[in-house]
């Protein structure tokens, strides 16, 4: 199911890109975030989230494949929106966009990403009753590497090291 796909060593992003082969024996429920973007619903654990931050002045305008760089706790976090990387649009603030910031990958000397939501992230127990059948990501889901039903609803599983280089971080 897609629920054992999911299961995995969290403690870096790295996992994200290797989740077939990542495979839990012991199935326990996942603490997810569930991410809404202009593309699609996207689902990571949460221990990879940082925090959930409102666009603010704090957001400096960005070049290329960057919405801009946010000013976060001292620290310049490069945001990114999904959208932007497959060419499309650069988003546009409104009172409902938020930041979702990542850890860097464990064990480097990275860069915590942000990645740009158009509404309030959900935190989710994920359970292999509550999670539907998983496969490949869809066709258009370039930075994705999987995908399940929750709720009824297709959730890509983002591909963060992939993202990470597309944006040049």
């Known amino acids: ?6 299961q995995c060593d969290w403690s ?4 994200s ?5 990542r495979v839990s024996a012991a199935l326990a429920p996942v ?3 569930v991410i809404p973007t202009a593309t699609r619903m996207l689902a990571v654990p949460s221990v990879l989230v940082a925090e959930v931050v ?4 704090h957001l400096q305008p960005g070049g290329g494949a960057l919405v801009g760089i946010l000013g976060w706790r001292g620290v ?4 990114v929106a999904l959208e932007l990387l497959a060419g499309g649009a650069r988003p546009t603030p ?8 990542f850890y860097p990958p464990a064990g480097s000397e990275g860069a915590y990403l942000g990645l740009w939501a158009t509404g309030d992230p959900r935190s989710r127990t994920l359970t292999e009753e509550l999670v539907g059948a998983g496969g490949p990501p869809p066709a258009d889901g370039r930075f994705l590497t999987g995908s399940f039903t929750l709720d009824g609803e297709t959730l890509g599983i983002p591909d963060l090291p992939a993202i990470r280089r597309a944006a040049g971080i």
């Open 1 to 6: 199911t897609a629920y054992e796909i999911y």
């Open 76 to 79: 310049r976090v490069p945001v």
């Open 31 to 33: 603490q997810a975030v």
């Open 94 to 101: 409104t009172p409902r966009a938020r930041i979702v910031v």
């Open 54 to 57: 409102r666009p603010t002045t």
């Open 17 to 21: 890109s290797d989740l077939g082969r």
């Open 12 to 15: 870096s992003d790295v996992c």
